[in-house]
């Protein structure tokens, strides 16, 4: 049973699960790109874009494994600050995944706080961040 105030509903809506596969998308074509040497990015970017303009997000980072930025959309300092916080998160999350079941691996990681969400949707080569409001989205 759940508790009350917990918005189940907020977490769980289609605008969520739509952002979720879009971002998880993006990702997927960043790490294609990368793993076939292909310097032309531009669908992957226009994808890019598209995350950048919906409703509520405040920006997006592409960062290879070392949590370099390779691309991103917010100033320096936050996306220095949110690539070094997030690389042992992510490799946390890939851990727990694999002590559960060694075959499996993670695709997808949403942290969500009062006052931010960040969707991380992991590559083998790089991975990709977008942070947004919950309460506009």
């Known amino acids: 049973m759940a508790k009350a105030g917990f ?11 739509y952002d979720t596969f879009v971002v998880y998308r ?15 990015m531009s669908e992957a970017e226009e994808t890019m874009k598209r ?7 405040v ?14 959309t917010l ?4 996306t220095v600050q949110y690539c070094q916080q997030y690389k042992p998160v992510i490799g946390l999350a ?3 995944v694999r002590d ?8 997808f990681l949403r942290v969500r706080t009062k006052r931010n969400e ?4 992991p590559g083998k080569e790089c991975s990709l961040l977008v942070i947004q409001n919950p309460s506009e989205s």
Request: hydrophobic letters at 40%; charged letters at 25%; aromatic letters at 4%.
């Open 7 to 17: 918005p189940f509903k907020k977490c769980l809506d289609a605008d969520a699960l």
């Open 94 to 96: 890939r851990s727990c």
């Open 75 to 78: 100033d320096n300092s936050t």
């Open 100 to 107: 559960i079941d060694p075959v499996d691996n993670l695709a």
């Open 118 to 121: 960040v969707m991380v949707a």
């Open 51 to 57: 995350i950048t303009a919906h409703k509520g997000v």
């Open 26 to 40: 993006i990702a997927t074509k960043f790490n294609k790109a990368r793993e076939t040497d292909n310097l032309n």
């Open 59 to 72: 920006g997006t980072i592409v960062m290879d494994n070392d949590s370099i930025p390779l691309k991103t």
